[in-house]
C-alpha cells in the first residue's frame, strides 16, 4: 500500500498532490510542466517535499511534520526513467546485475530470459533497439525485487508498432509482478488503457481522480477507442474470438480478466436487435450517447457495460442511417476482427 499526501513549491505553481495506491498502477496524467515528474522524484527520494507524507507499506520514506526522510538508496523503490539510464560501458546482464542489491548473475539471468533478453546479454545498450533498451530498464529495476515501481514516460520515445508491442508485454510483466506502479505520460489514451486509476494533474493540482474498471452487470468494460477489457462474471459471457494459439480457452472462466482490441471500423451497427441471422457471431448491446459526423470518417460514442466505445461508420452511411444519441444499438464484430492481447 502507498500512501501519499504531499506538497511541493516550483517555481510557478504550487504542486499538492493526495492518492494511496494498492497493488494497482496510477498514472499520472497531463501536459509536460504539470509536475508528474515531481511527484515521482518525491516518491523515488531523489526531491524532498516542502511537507506531508509518504508511506509505503509498513514504512514512513517522508513525514515533514516529524523531519523523517529516507534516502533514495534505502527505499527500495525502483525507476524506469524516460531515457532509460543505462550504463553505457555495461553489457545488458551487467546492467541488470547493477540492480541487485545482493548481485546474482544467475538470478540476473533468469530476469533476463523472462523478458526475452537473454541472447542479448553480453551486448552493449549501443547496439540495441529503443523497445529492448526499455525492457532492459524494467528488468533492472525489478532486479532489486522492489516494493515499488516508477516508471517516467516510458513508451514516449519508442515509434508507434514498437509502443503498441510493449504494451502487450507490460501486461504481460503485470501477470508475473502486481506491486503497485506510478507512471507518467502526457497521453491520455495510454493512461486509459494501462493504468488502473488516473490521476489528471494541472499545474500542480489534482483535477481528476478516474477509476479505468467500471462495473457492469456481467461484464466488466474497460474501452478507449481499440481496446476493451472484460472481467468474464459468468462462464458463458464469453466473446466468441479468433484466439493466439499461445492462449488456452481453460483459462477464460468467471473472474478472469481478458484485453482486447477491436478496431472501430470492424464494429457493425444495427438499431435495436440487429438482423436475426447474420455469419458474425458477436453481439454487444450498446446506447449511442454522442454522433461525431466532422470527420471523415463518422464515429459514434457507445456506451457499453458502464463504459464507452467507439464506432466508425462512413459518412455517407452515417448521413442515412436513422441514430440519435439515446438509441439502443447492437454492435456486431467478427472473431476474426477481435485480438486477444492479454487472458
Not at 523531519?67 to 550504463?87: D, E
Not at 508485454?169 to 488516473?198: C, I, Y
Not at 467500471?214 to 477507442?225: A, D, F, K, N, S
Not at 477491436?262 to 438482423?275: D, F, S, V
Request: overall charge negative; charged content about 25%.
Amino acid at each position: 500500500m502507498l500512501e501519499v499526501i504531499i506538497q511541493k513549491t516550483l517555481d510557478h505553481f504550487l504542486l499538492d498532490c493526495t492518492f494511496k495506491l494498492d497493488r494497482e498502477v496510477l498514472a499520472l496524467q497531463g501536459e509536460s510542466g504539470a509536475g508528474k515528474t515531481t511527484v515521482l522524484n518525491c516518491l523515488s527520494g531523489l526531491v524532498t517535499p516542502d511537507k506531508g507524507r509518504i508511506r509505503l507499506n509498513d514504512k514512513i520514506l517522508y513525514d515533514g511534520a516529524d523531519g523523517t526522510f529516507v534516502p533514495a538508496r534505502f527505499r527500495n523503490v525502483g525507476c524506469v526513467f524516460q531515457n532509460y539510464a543505462l550504463f553505457p560501458h555495461m553489457t545488458v546482464l551487467q546492467n541488470v546485475t547493477f540492480g541487485q542489491k545482493n548481485p546474482d548473475r544467475q538470478a540476473a539471468w533468469n530476469l533476463l530470459e523472462s523478458f526475452g533478453l537473454n541472447h542479448l546479454a553480453d551486448v552493449r545498450p549501443t547496439c540495441i533497439s529503443g523497445g529492448e533498451k526499455q525492457r532492459v530498464a524494467l528488468a533492472r529495476a525489478l532486479a532489486g525485487d522492489p516494493d515499488l515501481l516508477l516508471m517516467d514516460e516510458p513508451f514516449s520515445a519508442l515509434d508507434a508498432d514498437t509502443r503498441e508491442k510493449l504494451y502487450r508485454e507490460f501486461f504481460q510483466f503485470r501477470s508475473q509482478w502486481s506491486g503497485p506502479v506510478v507512471m507518467v505520460t502526457h497521453n491520455p489514451l495510454e493512461a486509459e488503457f494501462l493504468a488502473d486509476k488516473v490521476l489528471k494533474i494541472e499545474e500542480g493540482t489534482v483535477i481528476r481522480e478516474r477509476y479505468n474498471h467500471l462495473e457492469g452487470t456481467v461484464l466488466e468494460y474497460r474501452r478507449h477507442e481499440h481496446y476493451l477489457e472484460l472481467t468474464v462474471r459468468c462462464a458463458d459471457a464469453v466473446l466468441n474470438i479468433v484466439k493466439p494459439d499461445y492462449f488456452s480457452m481453460e483459462n477464460i472462466r468467471a473472474g478472469s480478466p481478458i484485453l482486447l482490441t477491436i478496431k472501430p471500423e470492424h464494429l457493425l451497427l444495427y438499431r435495436g436487435n440487429g438482423p436475426y441471422w447474420t455469419s458474425a457471431d458477436n453481439r454487444i448491446p450498446a446506447r449511442v450517447l454522442k454522433i461525431d459526423r466532422t470527420r471523415r470518417s463518422g464515429k459514434i460514442l457507445l456506451e457499453v457495460g458502464g463504459n464507452r466505445l467507439v464506432g466508425a461508420v462512413p459518412l455517407d452511411i452515417l448521413a442515412a442511417m436513422p441514430l440519435a444519441p439515446g438509441d439502443d444499438i447492437t454492435c456486431i464484430v467478427n472473431g476474426q476482427d477481435i485480438e486477444v492481447l492479454k487472458i
